[in-house]
């Protein structure tokens, strides 16, 4: 009789190049470990891709295939591995991603030892802090002891950076089935959010794993969305997100302070990106989400405490035109000064309604500043990605004639940046910081996160 596989390890492909997807199947199939399933959910890939899967399948008897023939999207595959899973452990790599050799042994050693939690959680390392010429990436981002459910909701764990990221946890596969947990299928990015916290509100036992398991790969192919799904499909999945979120803690009773401190770290960054993406929208879509947000108010309104829901407050036209206005009021000198060279530092869809504003001013942009360097002299938006040290080198005699705006939705990444230009010599009065606070979408959340320690 075939043993019951303990881990099921559901990897979504959508045309993953074929050396990376190669690193990724091999690094959990050279463990040699007979308790792991592998369940590789083909999201419509190129027939190649199809193809180099099933050969793969015909090597490896732990291998499941689920081939779809359209993309449907990351949050519809991995809810098809799922449903297809086995273990009584689910956890989740990205094709373009690996794990650590011999880990998976000592992972199956603590869930034994440890009597089955509901969630294992182990460390990462990524090639992030190599990409910005950074220090060595180090995950400290908890103690390793057993926590229980109310040491988690005290504030007893500092969870530094990627908590909503799916690879890092092994998730008893009745917990979810039991409390009806699956992606929303309408969720293009961010769809972990309401996952991890449904997952982590219905979870009775935890257990740190003091071991880096997951190797978590940046490079030029998962960098930008925004060629394959449009601002409208984004805001959608993620109004859905912050909806099942809402509705989830209403229906399950969940009144304690600390849960729903705890749930809010997440609604308000999915609330966030909303609106900055919201802001990308052309008057019709704007109309529509108004329609939707109006249908809920009441229910929203009822968790204001934790909630900075502003544009529940006013219309999101409204809201535009603030966040607009608050533009404009930030950039004004820049018209007595149009002679200076303006570089945006941040190549992302953060951005966007900045540059709107920027080139509906016919303000000179030259360009991004990035430190990522798979994005150097590539082109977003139409304008071509620098990079900041070749930049500042090159154009050392005109520091004092630059301006570069900050953009990025986290006050913290914000200060970062500022902090390493600073190290390459720009000059503070140089800068403008766009961040959440200067978009004023914030009320609350500087007071919640920092109870958290969330550092983003």
């Given at each position: 009789m075939k043993e019951k596989p303990l881990i099921s390890i559901i990897i979504p492909v959508y045309n993953t190049e074929f050396k990376l997807l190669k690193r990724c199947l091999n690094s959990i199939i050279n463990q040699k470990v007979s308790f792991v399933e592998i369940i590789?959910?083909?999201?419509?890939?190129?027939?190649?891709?199809?193809?180099?899967?099933?050969?793969?399948?015909?090597?490896?008897?732990?291998?499941?295939?689920?081939?779809?023939?359209?993309?449907?999207?990351?949050?519809?595959?991995?809810?098809?591995g799922l449903k297809k899973a086995k273990g009584d452990y689910i956890n989740f790599v990205d094709s373009d991603d690996c794990i650590y050799k011999n880990t998976l042994k000592k992972i199956k050693h603590n869930i034994i030892k440890e009597n089955f939690p509901d969630m294992i959680?182990?460390?990462?390392?990524?090639?992030?802090?190599?990409?910005?010429?950074?220090?060595?990436?180090?995950?400290?981002?908890?103690?390793?002891?057993?926590?229980?459910?109310?040491?988690?909701?005290?504030?007893?764990?500092?969870?530094?950076?990627?908590i909503d990221c799916l690879w890092r946890y092994f998730i008893r596969r009745k917990l979810v089935i039991k409390n009806n947990i699956s992606f929303e299928p309408t969720a293009y990015k961010n769809e972990d959010k309401e996952f991890m916290v449904k997952t982590f509100l219905s979870a009775k036992s935890f257990f740190f794993v003091n071991l880096i398991y997951y190797y978590y790969f940046l490079h030029n192919k998962n960098l930008s969305w925004t060629d394959r799904y449009s601002f409208y499909k984004v805001c959608l999945g993620n109004y859905n997100c912050i909806k099942n979120i809402i509705f989830f803690?209403?229906?399950?009773?969940?009144?304690?302070?600390?849960?729903?401190?705890?749930?809010?770290?997440?609604?308000?960054?999915?609330?966030?990106?909303?609106?900055?993406?919201?802001?990308?929208?052309?008057?019709?879509?704007?109309?529509?989400?108004?329609?939707?947000i109006n249908k809920q108010r009441k229910i929203f309104n009822f968790y204001h405490k934790y909630f900075f829901f502003e544009f529940l407050k006013a219309s999101l036209k409204e809201n535009i035109d603030?966040?607009?206005?608050?533009?404009?009021?930030?950039?004004?000198?820049?018209?007595?000064?149009?002679?200076?060279?303006?570089y945006v530092y941040g190549a992302s869809e953060y951005a966007l309604p900045l540059l709107k504003v920027l080139r509906k001013k016919h303000y000179p942009i030259l360009g991004?500043?990035?430190?990522?360097?798979?994005?150097?002299?590539?082109?977003?938006?139409?304008?071509?990605?620098?990079?900041?040290?070749?930049?500042?080198?090159?154009?050392?005699?005109?520091?004092?004639?630059?301006?570069?705006?900050?953009?990025h939705p986290h006050i913290q990444t914000c200060k970062r940046i500022e902090r390493r230009l600073i190290r390459l010599g720009v000059n503070k009065k140089n800068m403008i910081r766009l961040d959440e606070n200067i978009l004023g979408l914030f009320s609350s959340f500087t007071k919640i996160s920092s109870n958290y320690k969330f550092l983003r």
């Open positions: 590789i959910v083909n999201d419509g890939s190129t027939t190649k891709v199809k193809k180099f899967l099933f050969n793969y399948k015909r090597k490896c008897k732990f291998i499941r295939i689920v081939d779809s023939k359209k993309n449907c999207g990351t949050s519809i595959s991995k809810n098809k959680i182990a460390k990462y390392n990524t090639n992030l802090s190599e990409m910005r010429g950074e220090k060595k990436f180090k995950d400290g981002s908890f103690t390793y002891k057993n926590y229980d459910k109310k040491y988690i909701f005290n504030n007893k764990i500092n969870f530094t950076y990627k803690l209403k229906e399950n009773k969940i009144n304690d302070e600390k849960k729903l401190e705890f749930a809010f770290i997440f609604l308000n960054d999915l609330v966030l990106m909303l609106n900055l993406n919201i802001l990308n929208l052309d008057f019709n879509q704007v109309k529509i989400f108004q329609n939707k603030r966040i607009n206005n608050i533009f404009l009021s930030k950039l004004y000198f820049l018209d007595q000064e149009r002679k200076r060279k303006i991004f500043l990035d430190s990522n360097f798979y994005r150097f002299d590539k082109k977003t938006y139409k304008l071509k990605i620098f990079s900041t040290k070749d930049m500042l080198i090159k154009l050392k005699k005109y520091k004092n004639d630059m301006i570069i705006i900050v953009c």
